[in-house]
């Protein structure tokens, strides 16, 4: 699908001016041998707190994930990387069951969370959500006041007894999103009324006034210019003392700078997992190699 | 370099054919505006042209002797046999005496409004001491006589072929030379209900006759549209019910609004053993007109709540409820009131299914409760449109004109809605 003979074949010269490293493609693994479901690297963590063992995601008759079993450790931030439509950010709304909002999609596997398993009959969603937080792709403040935006999570969750408690989280969540000197003065303004790079920050802000104990994160700076991205990144390092973190990312150089491990998915399999530096310096499969230097993708 | 050049000019040449393609279109959507904007200001200009006298009255003034002989012979005033007509007829055969004969004080009578005789009636209840006097009073003409006055009767035409004689037309003539003659604006258009007489009758009843239906429409239509739109849009499963549903309701916008007053006979009066002509029926009729309306305006209001804020909040631990009620609802709320004025108007202008529920009766008193029989506005309409009187065709014209400009208020109170509540993002 994503190696195309026919385009290859046409535009052979292209190829050759732009990738002077390109392996003839007879060279390249066969992705029917190669693309054997067994996932490469370690996928085990040191500390391990949420644990995917294989999973699969249908979305009615197709397989959008096929057994995929990986380890997220404590305060550690894990980048899934790969190709559009590999089932990175599938994964990724498995691990908040946000997938239970697609009426066709189907979820097997175990996923646990502390030991426990999230899919299991008793767990609230909602409950569920509080401890695994999310940001998404475009920043998405609701069309409120930025203190309201901050203020939902605690106020749905009762976390606050009182307005000075609320303000309290209010202002730390800020604090710790790195926004609170661009918009104490104007807390009563409209969150939409922020750039996009304040308005993802105050997203973060949003996601850890609940205090969640993992936040995923799916492509949080794909709309973001390079120095709202490097304010998010910075942002990262600091918040995955408290917290861990797993991110979706296109981005192989975001990947290398904040995370600790890297998982590569491809077709909707886990194909390798490893330490960051090894993924970039030495990856074991063929294909990671392939993705990582530029050749698909 | 070749290529690029004779690519110029081959789109170069394809440009004239473009701009004459794009002249033609433009043309042809303008015309089509001009002449939708033509119909619409030619119907508005013959509705003003039609209705607007019919804000008008023409009054006489008479000396009213209140004789104690005639109505209160005993010395006691009994209002149901008294003959106060007997008090207007002495007073127009003392104001122009040259009536003699029966034929002729006949039509000397017929100048005068029947309800020359109410009016009387109704001042001496209000001031019983003034039994023994002689009033002046300005009475309302009978509706030909208004007709001569405001030119709608020509009176250059044969006396045959007009409903007023020479005799009237003389009579008129000397009342208004006497200064006893002059049109002021019609209240009794506005304050009484449905008469025989067009210079009596008014568009009160049917008036608050549409309020109450409406009134009923929007308290049932509005919160159960929404609610169902909610529970398809938020919460019900897609599956072959809910697409058999949603066909269904697409269905039953389209279907024809007498077919809803079958139904409401059949079942609130039949059935149900609900009062026939009453509002309450014909708002229930009404909401079950209006409910597709505003089921499919709130489902497209819900729709096109982004699914990225249902998401950042079901991400932070929103429960669905909490989702719907916290931000989905604020959020297509404009959308919802508007599909809810514009599903009123349309209620407020229907009339085939109120006949079938007995609306059209023939209603005089302004109803006081949701069971008193009424009517409603437009259903008052086709009745004065029905009727022979000359005086009535420009108060079907007033009543339209009463309509219209309701629909109007409705449709810019739904602009206004959306204006204030619509939010950015």
Known sequence: ?297 | MNDNSTTRQKVEAGLPRRRRKEFAFKTLGMLATAVGILFLGVFFASLVADGWSAFKQTYLQLDIELSEDVIAPGGELDLAYADFDGLVRSALRKELPDASGRRDRRELYRIVSVGAGYQVRDLLVANPELLGTTQTLWVPASSNIDMLIKGNIDADLEEALRPVSDKQVAWVESLREAGRLKTRFNTALFTNGDSREPELAGIKGAVMGSLYMLLVTMMLSFPIGVAAAIYLEEFAPRNRWSDLIEVNINNLAAVPSIVFGLLGLAVFINWAALPRSAPLVGGLVLTLLTLPVIIIASRAAIKSVPPSIREAALGLGASQTQVVFHHVMPLAMPGMLTGAIIGMSRALGESAPLLMIGMIAFIVDVPGSLTDPATALPVQIFLWADSPERAFAERTSAAIIVLLGFLLVMNLTAVILRKRLERKW
């Open chain 1, 1 to 297: 699908m994503v190696i195309s003979t026919g385009m290859n074949a046409v535009n052979d010269d292209i190829v050759d001016i732009n990738t002077p490293q390109a392996v003839p493609l007879a060279n390249l693994p066969k992705r029917q041998t190669e693309l054997t479901g067994n996932t490469v690297g370690n996928t085990h963590s040191d500390n391990p707190f949420m644990v995917a063992e294989d999973v699969n995601v249908y979305y009615g008759d197709n397989h959008a994930i096929q057994h995929v079993s990986l380890e997220i450790g404590k305060k550690e931030v894990i980048a899934l990387i790969g190709p559009s439509g590999c089932g990175k950010s599938t994964f990724l709304r498995c691990l908040n069951r946000m997938n239970d909002t697609i009426e066709t999609a189907r979820v097997t596997g175990n996923i646990t969370l502390d030991g426990k398993d999230i899919y299991r009959k008793e767990q609230d969603p909602v409950a569920l959500r509080a401890r695994v937080g999310m940001v998404f792709q475009k920043p998405n403040p609701f069309p409120k006041s930025i203190y309201d935006n901050v203020a939902y999570g605690p106020r749905i969750h009762g976390l606050a007894a009182d307005r000075a408690e609320l303000d309290n989280i209010v202002h730390s969540s800020l604090e710790r999103a790195g926004l609170i000197n661009e918009v104490k003065d104007r807390l009563d303004e409209p969150g939409t009324s922020l750039s996009g790079g304040q308005q993802q920050r105050l997203c973060i802000a949003r996601t850890i006034a609940v205090n969640p104990e993992v936040i995923l994160m799916d492509e949080p700076c794909s709309a973001l210019d390079p120095i709202a991205t490097a304010r998010i990144e910075d942002l990262m390092d600091e918040l995955c003392e408290d917290y861990a973190i797993v991110i979706v990312t296109h981005s192989m150089q975001q990947a290398a700078r904040v995370s600790k491990r890297v998982a590569y998915f491809h077709l909707g399999l886990l194909v390798e997992v490893d330490e960051t530096d090894r993924i970039f310096t030495n990856p074991q499969h063929k294909l990671t190699e392939d993705y990582i230097t530029g050749r698909i993708g």
